[in-house]
Nanobody, 123 residues
């Protein structure tokens, strides 16, 4: 069982930055691939970024590539999402998720989810 708690969301102006954190419970965090997803009002949950269990491999949605960076610290049981050059269209509830096996961009592949942290980007 893995419990995930996101933090770091907030209100920021367009062009600004935020760093999201996702703290995981459990001693097996280092064996899980992690992902960040987001959901805006009236829209489906969409993939943002994912990282392999050892942090070697990452993959991003085209909409955030070059602006967002996913990383992890297995010693701290935490995964991060550094978000730069934020745009109003990045406004959403951001979730982290964990899965056994290889990293994935598909929400259905993830077994464990956090409650989300709100990111609002003003124009």
């Amino acid at each position: 069982q893995v419990q995930l708690v996101e933090s770091g969301g907030g209100l920021v102006q367009a062009g600004g930055s935020l760093r999201l954190s996702c703290a995981a419970s459990g001693r097996t965090f280092s064996s899980y691939a992690m992902g960040w997803f987001r959901q805006a009002p009236g829209k489906e949950r969409e993939f943002v970024a994912t990282i392999s269990w050892n942090g070697v491999s990452t993959y991003y949605a085209d909409s955030v590539k070059g602006r967002f960076t996913i990383s992890r610290d297995n010693a701290k049981n935490t995964v991060y999402l550094q978000m730069n050059s934020l745009k109003p269209e990045d406004t959403a509830l951001y979730y982290c998720a964990a899965r056994s096996g290889s990293y994935s961009a598909t929400p259905k592949d993830y077994r464990y989810w956090g409650q989300g942290t709100q990111v609002t980007v003003s124009s």
